[in-house]
């Protein structure tokens, strides 16, 4: 194989890789919260991100929605692959029981 088929094999390869997401450039844009009701309300959250990836995740033992919102301004801005800089910032902040 000469140089010139090897650099048009390497290109096509390339142009097949997908390229719509690049893990070190995400950033947390919003945190929204939904209480959905039943024998206890339970918080529902959704993070959305720079790049349209989301994450769908609830206050633990129906907790109160104010202990997710708090740390809002805190998460915003914040690449979420970085999951033990962002568990670490936060755990100074809680408490036992659903603030833990």
């Known amino acids: 194989m ?3 088929q090897t650099e048009q094999a390497v290109g096509r390869v390339q142009d097949a890789v997908n390229t719509h997401s690049s893990p070190s450039d ?3 844009t ?3 919260l ?3 009701c039943s024998n206890y309300d339970y918080p529902i ?3 959305d991100t720079n790049q349209s990836v989301y994450g769908i995740g609830e206050v633990r033992d129906a907790g109160h929605k104010e202990n997710a919102l708090q740390f809002k301004s805190q998460l915003l801005g914040q ?3 970085n999951v033990d800089m962002i568990f670490r ?3 100074q902040f809680g ?3 659903r603030e833990g």
Do not use: F, Q, Y
Request: charged residues 30%; aromatic residues 4%; proline residues 4%.
């Open 26 to 28: 995400l950033k947390i």
């Open 45 to 47: 959250l959704r993070i």
């Open 2 to 4: 000469s140089d010139e």
């Open 34 to 36: 939904a209480v959905v």
């Open 89 to 91: 910032s936060m755990k």
């Open 95 to 97: 408490n036992w029981g």
């Open 79 to 81: 690449n979420p692959c």
């Open 30 to 32: 919003d945190m929204r």
